[in-house]
């Protein structure tokens, strides 16, 4: 079995394995080589004759113990009829929102949109550097789509109330975004997916309040999804306040923490696999620091199902050699 769902599904513990959220992308100087001549990001994603190679270039670099398909949580809005734009420097671009559109995608239609994704899942599946490693595949938590296909920009701070306000729209919204979600699990699963996760990048944004409507209900149906395929699902909360009620209501396989939550605490708390939570900023100082800091989380967890990682993306000014100093540090440990 592979080293990571050896972890998830086994809880063994002796040796901690290892893959890095956007370990594929601009850090990567053979990354940025493609995406100079490939400006257009939602296309590139579309390319299947490119995806598949930018994937397996950390996995090439580093011993890595997964692969992360080379994709983005909008190809979702993309595939039902929102327009999404990346521009540089700033970020993604939506735009409106218009339901009687999207009504109209039908499963067909939005299978066919996003096929390049998982034509490219098949490819790096059947390539030799996965054998006895994962392909992690992705999708964004409803909620921090929801965000997303709204605001349409990644918010600021905090989420603009009036967006919320029409009951009925967010209703319906929510409820396509969950079958499409579906769809789209499904599909990467039936590709070669061997493991999913859901980033809830916004989930800080929620009060206490509204957790129930907007992610644990939502995120609960994915999960009983995810489940009824037999494939392991980790979830990555960013910033909620309470990982532990997380963790019980919702009951993922595995849960990605932040950096900005004390491990010690999530020791004490959670009994599921922990994957990450290392501050990707401490790839941007010096060795003995990530040093330290790495070994931080290596011995808090050490008796407990552990998967290093960060606790948020690799920053795109990190030194490839930094990442290839902590890749041989966890091997080591
Ligand atoms: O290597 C991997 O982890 C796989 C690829 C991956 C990308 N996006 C590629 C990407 C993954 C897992 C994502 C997830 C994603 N996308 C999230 C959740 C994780 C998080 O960061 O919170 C979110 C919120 C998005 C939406 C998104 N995509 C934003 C806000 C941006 C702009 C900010 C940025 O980092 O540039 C993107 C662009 C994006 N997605 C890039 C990559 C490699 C950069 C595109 C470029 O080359 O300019």
Same mark, same amino acid.
């Given at each position: 079995?592979?080293?990571?769902?050896n972890c998830i599904l086994n809880k063994k513990t002796d040796n901690t394995p290892i893959w890095i959220m956007r370990? +594929?992308?601009?850090? *990567?100087? =053979?990354?940025?080589e493609i %995406?100079?001549?490939n400006p257009d990001f939602i296309k590139l994603c579309l390319n299947e004759n490119i995806t &598949? =190679?930018?994937t397996l270039q950390p996995l090439k670099r580093y011993e890595l113990d997964a692969a992360i398909i080379f994709s983005d949580i909008l190809m979702l809005p993309?595939?039902?009829?929102?327009?999404? =734009? !990346?521009?540089?420097?700033? @970020? &993604?671009?939506? /735009?409106d929102l218009n339901l009687d559109f999207i009504n109209k995608t039908s499963e067909d239609i939005f299978t066919k949109k996003l096929d390049p994704i998982y034509k490219a899942i098949e490819i790096v /599946? %059947?390539?030799?550097?996965?054998?006895?490693?994962d392909l992690i595949c992705f999708v964004g938590a409803p909620w921090t789509l929801l965000v997303y296909m709204l605001n349409k920009q990644s918010p600021k701070k905090e989420l603009n109330k009036k967006l919320l306000e029409d009951k009925v729209f967010i209703d319906e919204l929510l409820l396509i975004i969950d079958k499409f979600l579906k769809i789209h699990i499904h599909n990467q699963i039936k590709s070669g997916a061997t493991?999913?996760?859901?980033?809830?990048?916004? +989930? @800080? *944004?929620?009060?206490?309040?509204?957790l129930e409507? !907007?992610?644990?209900? &939502?995120?609960? /149906?994915?999960?009983?999804?995810?489940? /009824?395929?037999?494939?392991p699902v980790i979830c990555f909360p960013r910033n909620v306040e309470n990982y532990k009620e997380y963790v019980e209501t919702v009951m993922p396989d595995a849960v990605n923490i932040d950096y900005n939550v004390d491990p010690q605490n999530i020791l004490k708390n959670i009994n599921i696999p922990v994957q990450g939570g290392l501050d990707p900023q401490i790839l941007l100082t010096d060795k003995e620091n990530l040093k330290k800091n790495a070994l931080k989380y290596l011995e808090i967890f050490k008796d407990h199902p552990y998967i290093f990682n960060l606790g948020h993306g690799v920053l795109p000014t990190t030194d490839p050699n930094m990442m290839d100093y902590l890749v041989k540090l966890v091997k080591d440990f």
């Open positions: 079995m592979s080293p990571i769902k370990q +594929a992308g601009r850090y *990567l100087p =053979e990354f940025r %995406r100079k001549v &598949p =190679e930018i993309y595939g039902i009829g929102q327009k999404v =734009e !990346f521009q540089k420097g700033f @970020g &993604p671009i939506l /735009s /599946s %059947r390539d030799k550097i996965i054998t006895n490693k493991i999913i996760q859901i980033f809830d990048s916004w +989930a @800080g *944004l929620v009060n206490k309040k509204d409507k !907007f992610i644990y209900k &939502p995120t609960i /149906s994915l999960i009983k999804f995810i489940k /009824s395929l037999n494939t």
